[in-house]
């Protein structure tokens, strides 16, 4: 059997690939009518795959039914967390390349595997062996929303002497600091379960810091699965970050 590290990573790629057809196939159609389509497209496709290779297992996906409360995943021991389409807006926008695919396995209170696939770019990183980005000279790299940058990363940008680097999706920006081409992300104001498991998962991997920003460890699998809060960091940024996120 396909062991969780590998299938994560292949159906991150396998529904990235199918959005690039989406994407092209409606070229001509409106941004709303994309979205729609790439969110159904790649759940169904997520679903469906995952209830044929792991059909003992529980999923909470974006796209999926109100959760919060279901009883089957808060007592199952292995739930895939899953965002089939981290970044419809960006998605949308022909030519951009910032959105993602998020498949991330928890397993007994601990997320155990994770691929973030990053189709536009022809990338997918996954665990559970991922490089440990080269570090870059000059100012620390804020990666934040190209539309509404939380004021705690402006704070942090100010305080570390640092600049900003502008981007879509959160996993686009979790996986920007995985590559190197960011040093930290800071986010406050509101997230979900799905919009970290697998970055997160693969950020750990690569042995960076992850954390909430008061320092505390980010959850999984909770009864409610809002997620508001979010520290990717250099793990020799990471006190330099929270000295200003945890106050």
């Not at 044929?52 to 409360?69: K, N, W």
């Not at 570390?160 to 190197?180: D, N, P, T």
């Not at 697998?198 to 409610?224: C, E, F, K, M």
Request: a negative charge; proline letters at 7%; one cysteine or more.
């Amino acid at each position: 059997m396909t062991g969780d590290h590998e299938l994560a990573a292949r159906l991150a790629t396998e529904a990235g690939a199918l959005l690039l057809d989406v994407r092209a196939e409606l070229a001509d159609a409106t941004a709303q009518e994309r979205k729609d389509a790439g969110d159904k497209r790649s759940h169904d496709f997520l679903m469906a795959a995952l209830a044929a290779e792991r059909p003992a297992d529980t999923v909470l996906s974006e796209e999926g039914p109100e959760e919060e409360a279901d009883p089957v995943r808060l007592a199952a021991s292995r739930v895939w967390i899953v965002d089939p389409l981290d970044g419809t807006r960006e998605f949308s926008e022909p030519g951009r390349s910032d959105w993602a695919v998020h498949v991330a396995l928890w397993e007994s209170g601990e997320l155990v595997a994770g691929a973030v696939a990053l189709p536009a770019q022809g990338a997918t990183l996954a665990t559970p062996r991922v490089p440990y980005p080269p570090a870059a000279p000059g100012a620390p790299r804020i990666v934040v929303s190209r539309t509404r940058p939380p004021a705690v990363a402006l704070q942090v940008k100010d305080a570390l002497g640092g600049v900003l680097v502008e981007m879509g999706s959160a996993g686009a920006k979790v996986a920007s600091v995985v590559q190197g081409i960011a040093d930290v992300y800071v986010h406050a104001g509101g997230q979900y379960e799905w919009d970290s498991a697998a970055p997160v998962a693969v950020a750990r991997a690569a042995g960076l810091h992850t954390s909430r920003i008061d320092g505390s460890p980010l959850v999984y699998n909770q009864r409610d699965s809002t997620l508001p809060d979010l520290i990717v960091c250099r793990p020799e940024l990471a006190d330099a970050v929270l000295a200003v996120t945890a106050r």
